[in-house]
């Protein structure tokens, strides 16, 4: 059974930072692709960071030089280093593994940006 567990979200004040992590399981995670995404109300998921099985990145135009994506396939984990968080950050966010037509994705993580 695949699981996809996140955590790390939270309340932080505008400019802070959060660590979100994502633990994975049921999976060969070292061959899958992981990537962050997010959801607000009434809007598309969209993308804001992925990283391949070989470590490349790409990044939302958005969160380029804020937000880093990791990941530690000894742990497998993947995480997503968030800093100079803005009140436009805050919604849900979720943990994906993609291998070829195979797609996980875990139950998310609430962000809220606020003062």
């Known amino acids: 059974q695949v699981q996809l567990v996140e955590s790390g979200g939270g309340l932080v004040q505008p400019g802070g930072s959060l660590r979100l992590s994502c633990a994975a399981s049921g999976i060969t995670f070292s061959i899958y692709a992981m990537g962050w995404y997010r959801q607000a109300p009434g809007k598309q998921r969209e993308l804001v960071a992925a990283i391949t099985k070989t470590g490349s990145t790409n990044y939302a135009d958005s969160v380029k030089g804020r937000f880093t994506i990791s990941r530690d396939n000894a742990k497998n984990t993947v995480y997503l280093q968030m800093s100079s968080l803005k009140p436009e950050d805050t919604t849900v966010y979720y943990c994906?593994?993609?291998?070829?037509?195979?797609?996980?994705w875990g139950q998310g993580t609430q962000v809220t940006v606020s003062s």
């Open positions: 994906n593994a993609h291998y070829g037509l195979l797609d996980y």
